[in-house]
């Protein structure tokens, strides 16, 4: 038996259940937002935003209350990003000083800004790169070593020499995201890239992109044979979606949200992310960012979206809220985005 087979996965909380994790979004999963979402009903896995790794590179505080602050209960991976070897290595053994479930390997970031200096996503063009980055991590990790990506850079040339070199350098989990780098968020997400590596890769695998509710959560699995799935901007919009995602497991159905509760994530959100130190119009800034994709659910004409984009301050701002979400108690939160109604999207 090799050290690879005693490498177990935490227990979901479903046992024998899929997979469920909150995909790592820059400035969106600090611990604050991780809190949020717990309370509503936690994935299985957490994982941090990205540690930057380079010359200079310290652990950072805020990312590292995350994994040491984390009153959730739910694994907590700790995510990298960056290319250098020795510096990759450094992290990881400072990393593994605290209570992390693992440490995860980005290499799907498609922010222009990481992807020139041949990090995140920008490691897809250099197989031969990824096949050192994977040996030295897997020689450095005793325990889960995992890794989210997408399928390719511009295309998906490498894609399956890729998948390869996660089998050769025994990766413990790997989360795909099915779109290149190129592509953002724009295009369709290739199931069938998913589904490929699902057969491919020996360890499980998550699927991410566009899992926007619990039913289409289980289409994405059933076509895939993916073992469970990550969500990063649905989440945003819907962090009951784990819940929902646990019933229908259990029932085959899910409880709608109400307007209300809405109302109540949207309050929760604005007083645990806000800093005492930062001017209340930016903290209204900061929440504009989670409100775009919520409002996708509000109501189908966008009428919350358009006037919470505009709102000035913290009255202004639960005045809306109050009208579209208070006035009529008995109204549900739409299961799906509305047609039409988009948000910008977040670096995951």
Same mark, same amino acid.
């Given at each position: 038996?090799?050290?690879?087979?005693n490498?177990?996965?935490p227990?979901?909380i %479903?046992?024998?259940?899929?997979?469920?994790?909150?995909a790592?979004?820059?400035? $969106?999963?600090?611990?604050?937002?991780m809190?949020?979402?717990?309370?509503i009903?936690s994935?299985?896995?957490?994982?941090?935003e990205?540690?930057r790794v380079h010359?200079?590179s310290?652990?950072?505080?805020?990312?590292l209350?995350?994994?040491t602050?984390?009153?959730?209960?739910?694994?907590?991976?700790?995510?990298?990003?960056?290319e250098?070897l020795?510096?990759?290595?450094?992290t990881?053994? /400072?990393?593994?000083?605290?209570?992390?479930?693992?440490?995860?390997?980005n290499m799907?970031?498609? #922010?222009?800004?990481v992807?020139?200096?041949?990090?995140?996503?920008?490691?897809l063009?250099?197989?031969?790169?990824? /096949?050192?980055?994977?040996?030295? %991590?897997?020689?450095?990790?005793?325990g889960?070593?995992? $890794?989210?990506?997408r399928?390719?850079?511009?295309?998906?040339?490498?894609?399956?020499?890729?998948?390869?070199?996660i089998n050769?350098h025994?990766?413990?989990?790997?989360s795909?995201h099915?779109?290149?780098?190129?592509?953002?968020?724009?295009?369709?997400?290739?199931y069938?890239?998913?589904? *490929?590596? #699902?057969e491919?890769?020996k360890?499980?695998l998550l699927?991410?992109?566009d $899992?926007?509710?619990?039913?289409?959560?289980?289409e994405i699995? /059933?076509?895939?044979?993916?073992a469970?799935?990550?969500?990063?901007?649905?989440?945003?919009?819907?962090p009951?979606?784990?819940?929902?995602?646990?019933?229908?497991a259990?029932?085959?159905?899910?409880?709608?949200?109400?307007?209300?509760e809405?109302?109540?994530?949207?309050?929760?959100?604005?007083?645990?992310?806000?800093?005492p130190w930062?001017?209340?119009?930016?903290? $209204?800034?900061?929440?504009?960012? &989670? %409100?775009? &994709?919520?409002?996708?659910?509000?109501?189908?004409?966008?009428? &919350?979206?358009y006037?919470?984009?505009?709102?000035?301050?913290? *009255?202004d701002?639960?005045?809306?809220?109050?009208?579209?979400?208070?006035s009529?108690? %008995?109204e549900?939160? #739409? /299961?799906?985005?509305?047609?039409?109604l988009? #948000?910008?999207?977040?670096?995951e």
């Open positions: 038996m090799n050290a690879h087979s490498r177990a996965l227990q979901t %479903l046992p024998g259940h899929p997979i469920t994790a909150l790592p979004m820059q400035d $969106v999963t600090t611990l604050p937002f809190s949020v979402v717990s309370d009903g994935p299985d896995y957490f994982f941090t990205y540690f010359i200079q310290r652990l950072e505080k805020h990312i209350e995350a994994i602050e984390n009153g959730t209960g739910r694994p907590v991976f700790a995510q990298m990003i960056g250098d020795e510096h990759l290595k450094r990881t053994l /400072d990393l593994l000083q605290y209570e992390v479930a693992g440490i995860d390997l799907g970031c498609p #922010a222009p800004t992807y020139k200096k041949g990090c995140g996503g920008g490691l063009r250099d197989p031969q790169k990824i /096949d050192k980055v994977l040996g030295t %991590l897997r020689d450095t990790i005793p889960l070593f995992t $890794v989210k990506m399928i390719g850079f511009e295309d998906t040339k490498n894609f399956e020499k890729i998948l390869k070199l050769k025994e990766v413990d989990l790997l795909l099915g779109r290149t780098v190129k592509e953002m968020y724009r295009s369709q997400v290739r069938e890239h998913i589904k *490929l590596a #699902a491919t890769i360890c499980p699927a991410n992109g $899992v926007s509710s619990a039913s289409r959560a289980f699995l /059933d076509y895939t044979g993916a469970g799935v990550m969500i990063g901007r649905h989440a945003i919009r819907n009951w979606i784990f819940r929902q995602i646990r019933e229908m259990m029932t085959g159905k899910t409880q709608p949200i109400k307007l209300t809405v109302f109540q994530y949207v309050r929760n959100l604005y007083n645990t992310l806000a800093k930062t001017p209340e119009k930016a903290h $209204v800034n900061k929440m504009k960012k &989670f %409100l775009n &994709f919520i409002g996708q659910g509000v109501d189908p004409e966008g009428r &919350f979206l006037e919470a984009r505009r709102a000035q301050n913290k *009255l701002l639960f005045a809306i809220c109050e009208r579209y979400m208070l009529s108690p %008995l549900f939160f #739409a /299961d799906e985005p509305y047609k039409g988009f #948000a910008r999207p977040n670096c």
